[in-house]
């Protein structure tokens, strides 16, 4: 496992949260990771953490789910998905660049999904719920199963 794959992963495992207010923290990060907010998903993450005093590690692991390396095949799914939901066509959708960065990148983005706004918004916001959902209980069923190893192994 890569250093920081490992160091998220310790992240979720050892807060000293109950499992419900972790798993939450996880669960609403990656609800901020597919909010079509580029850019500010870090302080949207903090913000959110400090203003209802939820664990900062779990909801930063959850909202770096969407990284250079995830944020075109996140952004494509949910924009797929919000065209197919509300009969868009996706016909020239594949010429967005995505390989352009800074402000380029913007208004190529702005630009080339014009037409898919109302689908890239709907289609993140489904896939960021449902993420959201199934990290909440698939963090919080490990957390709680580590929990009651650990107090069965206790003498």
């Known amino acids: 496992m890569s250093g ?31 909010s079509p907010l580029l ?21 930063l692991v959850g909202a770096y789910i969407n990284n250079p390396w995830t944020l075109a095949p996140m952004y494509m799914a949910g924009t797929l998905l919000g065209c197919s939901i509300l009969g868009v066509s ?3 959708i594949e010429m967005i660049d995505w390989k352009l960065h800074g402000w380029a990148f913007y208004q190529a983005l702005l630009e080339g999904l014009r037409p898919y706004l109302w ?4 289609g993140n916001t489904l896939l ?15 957390l709680e199963r580590r929990r009651q190893g650990a107090q069965g192994a206790q003498p």
Do not use: C, K
Not at 9 to 30: K, N
Not at 39 to 59: C, E, K, N, V
Not at 119 to 122: A, D, S, V
């Open 4 to 34: 920081r794959l490992q160091r998220a992963v310790q992240m979720l495992l050892y807060v000293d949260d109950t499992p419900h207010r972790t798993a939450l923290s996880f669960a609403i990060g990656v609800l901020i990771a597919f």
């Open 39 to 59: 850019g500010i998903h870090t302080a949207l993450a903090l913000g959110i953490s400090y203003l209802f005093r939820l664990s900062r590690g779990p909801m």
């Open 90 to 92: 996706t016909e020239g």
């Open 119 to 122: 689908p890239f918004l709907l």
């Open 128 to 142: 960021g719920i449902v993420g959201a959902v199934a990290g909440y209980f698939a963090l919080r069923f490990v």
